[in-house]
């Protein structure tokens, strides 16, 4: 540049406010047409207040180095400076640079009015509204709010709502229950919660925006962002950067928590009186549970980019806390942890060292909790919905994703694994010699597949009847549950009392026929005797199948070794059972199976007569051998999504208890052999589902 150019004043609309910071004070500038801030060292600004549009570079310089006492520029400083506030489109502009700006601004509008986000994958931003002049219209008759007063009213209101609540947790607990897993199941009943808490949420970015007005800031852009593609509200009160007092700046990011604990306090007073299966009470348990647990549990975490973040850095005067903790953890894990050389991101004090270190390694903790939490269930939600195509653009999403959050990490590690494979000729030739050997392995070594599922003990099963209508009068087992021997093979008794009055009235007839023959053979009626005589035959043959329905109310032991699975002898007792209801279920003492359920891609792996173990848990022989005995389908459905029930014959040991029916367990049964390749692909196949590709 010129030393001989004469640079623009500052423009007369920009916003200046002198800050002091952690002991430092700074000038923060905002740029009115972007809405953009800017700081400047108190040096930088004297000289940037210097510029009058007479004055060149040369004079300017010469005025400044002669008024400071403790810094000097030069040429080239100055030359940056003057850059940097043009690049920032902080001087006076030309007509024709306004006329420019003027068409800019348009064209941001008309972007606006279209929807056009802003921001990263992460945090793509939509504005919708500029609420100014709205706030400007209503700020000064809600000011009580933000008054000794107004506060002190809102505690009390809060104190009241939270022990009152606590005065009806059983009720409270009741209400959660029917609101959120009964009454509200289904897509309607999860868009009902939804929008109250939508509503909520803009209330709580209203009380961020009145707030910043009540102090003196403007507000001018509020909409709806998505933050890693959850919808979200938003309100941007960056005007609180040019608020002198710490204090304010607090009160900013304190607001949109406050307003929610309020709003909380207010819908619990109107729970009082409502119950929930009334519209009015169901919302305003809605609005106290989820305003509560916003407030309390996403909003006020300094871990996550929310309120309670940016109260964090106003307390502790660190600007940029979590961009330059990630950045300087990354750094300290490249350079100490890998050996890299890299220049550090900037030079922190002691003071703000330990507190990057600190916060940094926090986040990441949370951030891989978190994102692992969600990784692992969307992966499982959309591998069930979609299938093959669902996990590939599931896992394109986590891998952007990844690349978002971790920045340069990902050509770090390419650079680190090729300095430490690929960086010197001896290096190469062992990599080449690694990867000889390990594609050996992969298509030489063949184990047997293992197919693992978890099963249930069963057992054969001999399921008894009842023979007749009848109420249970005998047992033949004992409380153990076990059969009683000793020539005692009666397994149950019935007593049928309608059987024994039929019976009685065939009887009685039987012997009103018997009279009436021999009245007539003593009459020598012989048409009577006749008809007498069939009456009496067929009494007889009726009262034989009688007599054989009534033996078979006395049911004996099935052949075999059997114990009884099912209640005590004594609750059976004295109940009523139809014919047909089952009475007694026995099960072999002598046999024991587990059942396993497998996919149709498991199934083409296995055949009768294989091999297995089964590791039951709570059984003190821990692992029992089992052979494959029966394969069956359970589903009706064809194709990759048919479910296969494996029946697995268990080897008992003499002398060892045998499991108990209903013991849960893990089966491992051991397949064909095939290259180690082979099962690294299968398990890539099951992974990704590619038999749900269609």
Known sequence: ??????????????????????????????????????????????????FDGRSDLQKLLAKFNAESKDIEYDIEALDELVQSARDFDLLKRTRRQDNAALLERLRQERKKKMLQGKGSLLWMRYELVNPNDFFNKIIDHIRFFWTPAGVKTCIAIMVIAAISVLLQLERFGADFERVYFHSQQGLMGFLGIWLVALGAIALHECGHGLTCKNYGGDVHEMGFLLLAFQPCLYCNVNDAWLFPSKRHKIYVALAGVWVEMLLGALAAFVWFFFDVGNPIGRIAYILMTVSTASSLFVNL??????????????????????????????????????????????????????????????????????????????????????????????????????????????????????????????????????????????????????????????????IVYAPEDGFLSQVGYSKERSLRSGGQDQLFTLRSQALELETSNYQASLGAFKLARNAALAEDDRAGLRRAQIEIETLEEQLSVLEERRRSLRVGQPPGEWEVYGPPPKSLLGRFYSKGDKVIDLVSTKERKVIVILEQSDIALIENGQEARVRLLGSAMGVYPAEVRQIKPITKAQGPERLFAVELALTLPEKVQIPHLGMVGEAKILSARLPLWQHLLRKVRKLLRTDLWV
């Open 301 to 462: 975490n300094p871990l996550l980019r929310f309120d309670g973040y940016y109260i964090l850095t106003d307390l502790l005067e660190v600007p940029n806390l979590r961009q330059n903790a990630l950045a300087l953890w990354s750094w300290t894990l490249k350079t100490k942890l890998f050996r890299l050389d890299e220049e550090p991101p900037f030079i922190p004090s002691a003071r703000e060292k330990k507190v990057y270190l600190t916060y940094g390694v926090l986040t990441c903790l949370w951030l891989g909790f978190i994102l692992g939490f969600v990784a692992i269930l969307g992966y499982d939600l959309v591998r069930q919905a979609f299938g093959f195509w669902g996990i590939i653009i599931f896992l394109y999403l986590v891998y952007r994703l990844f690349k978002t959050i971790t920045g340069s990490w990902p050509s770090t590690l390419k650079e680190l694994g090729a300095k430490m494979f690929w960086s010197t000729p001896e290096r190469k030739k062992y990599s080449i010699v690694a990867l000889a050997v390990l594609g050996l392995v992969l298509f030489v070594y063949s184990p047997r597949v293992k197919i693992v599922a978890s099963g249930e003990v069963d057992a054969k099963h001999h």
């Open 1 to 50: 540049m010129d030393a001989h150019e004469i640079p623009p004043p500052l423009r007369s609309e920009l916003k200046i406010r002198k800050i002091v910071q952690g002991g430092e004070t700074l000038y923060v500038v905002k740029e009115p047409d972007k809405q953009e801030y800017y700081r400047f060292e108190p040096s930088q600004y004297r000289m940037l207040s210097m």
